[in-house]
């Protein structure tokens, strides 16, 4: 006991005397802004399995009758298709440095070597088009099906996910900093 007493006793001064100091970092917090972003996305890969079931059995094992989605959601889930569709593709692209993350939430062209090739430019658009259009049906699904966000709060979704992009970026791909400027991922 004696001994249990004086190493508390040592402890205790320590840590009073300011000798120790505890800092503790919280890495990889989300805001409550990503969680719904993240949720969105999560839901609407859930409703893509369930689509591309050819039939849903229930826990009982009764066929169920395929789900009704409203236009929205069913936009939605197209814009998500999409997303998976072109994924290898954008990739490759931010791989090369001919595409990075803007800002605002949406997938810029980047002068690149492969960009003066014809082909290389034509389906350099039609992925930016592509894909930035479905980001902005996810992000606008996300507002909609969201209890506590309206058409006011489309700016700060569309930061939260522009951030997300960005922290998400992997070495070599282009993101743009918040001030405008634009740097490569190290």
């Known amino acids: 006991m004696r001994v249990f007493l004086c190493l508390a006793g040592t402890c205790l001064t320590v840590l009073l005397s300011g000798c120790v100091s505890a800092r503790i970092n919280v890495v990889d917090e989300r805001t409550a802004l990503e969680n719904q972003i993240l949720g969105s996305y999560e839901e609407l890969d859930r409703d893509m399995q369930l689509l591309a079931s050819v039939r849903a ?11 009704s ?17 072109n994924r ?5 692209l931010k791989q090369a440095g001919c595409i990075g993350e803007a800002q605002d939430g949406s997938l810029k ?3 690149c070597e492969r960009s003066s090739d014809p082909a290389t430019a034509e389906r350099l658009q039609r992925l930016l088009a592509s894909e930035n259009q479905a980001r902005g049906i996810i992000l606008r699904f996300a507002i909609a099906t969201s209890p506590d966000l309206t058409d006011r709060d489309l700016p700060q979704v569309i930061a939260a ?14 993101v743009q900093k918040p001030d ?5 991922e190290e």
């Open 57 to 67: 059995v229930d826990a009982a094992g009764k066929t169920r009758q395929p789900q």
């Open 69 to 85: 989605y409203t236009k929205q959601r069913r936009r939605a889930i197209l814009a998500r298709q999409t997303q998976q569709f």
């Open 88 to 92: 290898d593709d954008i990739d490759e």
């Open 109 to 111: 062209a980047r002068p």
């Open 161 to 174: 996910y522009a951030r997300m992009q960005r922290e998400k970026a992997r070495s070599g791909e282009w």
């Open 180 to 184: 405008g400027g634009w740097k490569r």
